[in-house]
């Protein structure tokens, strides 16, 4: 069974400062991991896509990165704002199956102090 | 492009009733999931529609069913329902074109079920 890990759940820190959120997973065989970020009460919006094949995705001030041999997958945030401030979920996708099901982890929140 | 529509955004029902809610997926996609988040949680997921039949399901009693309809919109359904059902119900929309293998999915902003 797939278990998905994130560490810190929580962390703040000063504006402008660059950061990084952990997202571990027990299985490799994955198909693959998605990053979403979270405000409160609110649905999910998707950052970045990381096929299992690839090694790392950018987005403008985020960067994604994927060592499936590991387990892991990192999200950097480059000059951090206090827009960013949210919970921030990773999640895979088994490599198995026809179902898009995806397996989640608990989320960092988030917060960025101006 | 409209994405993931989801309603209601909130409601209130109590132990034993029954509720449905419902989706529409962004345009174009032609699978849709439902996943439900406790408070500090992540989400977990309920099940996945395809053409109109389920083909995914996870770890969730039968009195949690769905339907989906020709136009791809969906509806969750939960009967009994009990306090621990209370929750955020997502509902996430996939596309089937060329970027299909992609497999990125798309989630609206949820149905907060509060039950009594």
């Known amino acids: 069974k797939q278990e998905v890990t994130q560490i810190p759940a929580a962390l703040s820190v000063p504006e402008g400062e660059n950061l990084v959120l952990n997202c571990s997973f027990t299985?490799?065989?994955?198909?693959?991991l998605q990053w979403f970020r979270q405000d409160p009460g609110k649905g999910l919006t998707s950052l970045l896509l990381?096929?299992?094949?690839?090694r790392e995705q950018t987005s403008g001030r985020l960067n994604a990165s994927l060592d499936k041999s590991s387990g892991r997958s990192t999200l950097y945030i480059a000059a951090s704002q206090p827009g960013d401030s949210a919970t921030y979920l990773c999640?895979?996708?088994?490599?198995?199956?026809?179902?898009?099901?995806?397996?989640f982890g608990s989320g960092t929140q988030l917060t960025v102090l101006p | 492009e409209t994405g993931v529509t989801q309603s209601p955004t909130h409601l209130i029902k109590t132990r034993g009733q029954q509720v449905t809610l419902r989706c529409s997926s962004q345009?174009?996609?032609?699978?849709v999931s439902w996943y439900q988040q406790a408070l500090g949680q992540g989400p977990q997921f309920i099940f996945q529609?395809?053409?109109?039949?389920?083909?995914g399901r996870g770890n969730f009693p039968p009195r949690f069913s769905g339907l989906q309809f020709p136009n791809y919109s969906s509806e969750l359904n939960v009967n009994a329902l009990e306090l621990d059902d209370s929750a955020l119900y997502l509902c996430?929309?996939?596309?089937?074109?060329?970027?299909?293998?992609?497999?990125?999915?798309?989630f609206g902003e949820g149905s907060r079920l509060t039950v009594l």
């Open positions: 345009s174009g996609h032609n699978t």
């Open positions: 999640a895979v996708r088994r490599a198995s199956g026809s179902a898009r099901q995806l397996t």
């Open positions: 990381i096929q299992s094949s690839q």
């Open positions: 529609y395809y053409r109109e039949e389920e083909n």
């Open positions: 299985d490799s065989a994955i198909y693959n």
């Open positions: 996430a929309s996939s596309s089937p074109g060329p970027n299909a293998n992609t497999g990125e999915l798309f």
